[in-house]
């Protein structure tokens, strides 16, 4: 999910006389819908430096809603639509844009464009391709396996976004350690920032009083992200904390329809059985994220995996202490007891402690709250994030080139 609100363009100027000419990259992805990678693709193109990287995004499908937060009226945006599972067109189309945008780079992201991207670009003479992991520890279908490896000779990195998806990779795929790169997310930290006033506001609008303890959490209905062990641990919290309320905001994936709907039930009847029904707010995909998470007093995230979750660094860059489980590269981006707390995966009645703990200290929260804020714009800034991958392609190109980027 993501805001609706006005974005800035994060655009800089463009290059002067005599600069290098910047290089011209493709971020090739199977949609923009709602959606962690989307969201960063979109994220990456606006903060890019233009002196360096001439962005632009090639969605495999006609759904995309995230195009209406690209800069310039969507002129960074084309799409070729993939017309069935096995659109095997999709390549030849895909090489024609690469070809006629001179693409240097091609940087794919989600399985379906990663095989397009390794297939396509020696088709149109693209010299650097680079794929992507944006999740670890999953179990991936054979035909994706095989698929993958069969192509291995074909792509020069993979950017993975946590350490953790970058093992897995090494484990799974038998890529060699110079072949992946971290890169973790970027958070936009002047659009997700302290704004009290609308936290309240939002809280007005649920009917929660100001001074309510607040847990939110936020994600799509998958079983990988707990909606279930956040709900055990809320039931945990109400013991220690009566007046406790909590925020579910997320909805079923459209791409597994039946399975996560189904999930998302299960949760609903959850709470119900756990009594929590008079202080759950069940809510839908919020276009106003900033507000829920200044709502919250703290965000919880007890996911059973994960890569680098979006959600734990906006909530950071609202300063908002988050709990999370300690999966993937979650120890990395919260510091322990510093700036938010990490527990074992599925152990609710740890994350319940460290909530009643934020909860019954209000001045330890705004420590927190505060550090985590530093910590995120500090760390995981979306320019940060941005010039690690400038850094890469420049690399990957001079390497393929023997020189440098200029053509």
Not at 24 to 47: D, K, T, Y
Not at 51 to 79: H, Q, T, W, Y
Not at 285 to 309: F, I
Request: net charge positive.
């Amino acid at each position: 999910m993501t805001s609706t609100e006005t974005l800035s363009t994060g655009i800089q100027a463009p290059a002067a006389a005599g600069q290098a000419k910047p290089i011209s990259v493709c971020l090739l992805i199977s949609s923009l819908e709602f959606g962690g990678a989307e969201r960063q693709v979109v994220e990456m193109v606006r903060s890019f430096d233009r002196r360096k990287v001439k962005p632009i995004i090639c969605s495999l499908s006609s759904e995309v809603p995230l195009a209406r937060f690209l800069p310039g009226n969507r002129e960074d945006l084309s799409i070729v639509e993939k017309r069935g599972k096995y659109d095997f067109t999709t390549v030849f189309r895909v090489a024609r844009l690469l070809r006629r945008e001179r693409i240097d780079v091609v940087h794919a992201f989600l399985f379906d464009a990663e095989i397009v991207a390794r297939l396509a670009a020696p088709m149109a003479g693209v010299p650097v391709v680079i794929g992507s992991e944006r999740n670890t520890d999953y179990t991936r279908p054979r035909l994706h396996t095989i698929a993958l490896k069969s192509t291995q000779g074909m792509f020069d990195v993979i950017v993975a976004n946590s350490t953790s998806g970058k093992n897995f990779n090494m484990r799974t795929l038998g890529l060699a350690d110079s072949r992946i790169e971290v890169v973790h997310n970027g958070v936009d930290v002047e659009r997700f920032r302290p704004d009290r006033d609308s936290g309240l506001a939002f809280r007005e609008r649920l009917g929660i009083g100001p001074n309510t303890p607040l847990i939110g959490m936020v994600g799509s209905y998958k079983r990988q992200k707990g909606q279930d062990c956040f709900l055990r641990m809320a039931a945990q919290v109400r013991q220690e904390i009566p007046g406790a309320h909590f925020l579910l905001v997320g909805e079923p994936v459209r791409d597994d329809l039946e399975e996560t709907a189904r999930f998302q039930n299960e949760v609903q009847q959850l709470a119900a059985s756990l009594r929590l029904s008079d202080c759950c707010r069940f809510l839908g995909n919020q276009q106003d994220m900033k507000a829920v998470y200044n709502a919250c007093d703290v965000t919880a995230l007890l996911s059973r995996r994960e890569g680098t979750p979006n959600v734990v660094l906006e909530s950071m860059a609202c300063g908002v202490p988050v709990i999370a489980t300690d999966v993937a590269d979650n120890k990395l981006i919260i510091v322990n007891g510093k700036t938010g707390f990490v527990v074992p995966r599925e152990d609710s009645v740890a994350a319940a402690a460290c909530a009643t703990q934020i909860l019954s200290n209000p001045a330890f929260k705004k420590e927190l709250g505060e550090k985590a804020r530093r910590h995120a714009c500090e760390e995981f800034s979306l320019r940060v994030a941005a010039a690690k991958l400038e850094n890469i392609y420049t690399r990957c190109l001079q390497n393929k080139r023997g020189h440098g980027v200029e053509n």
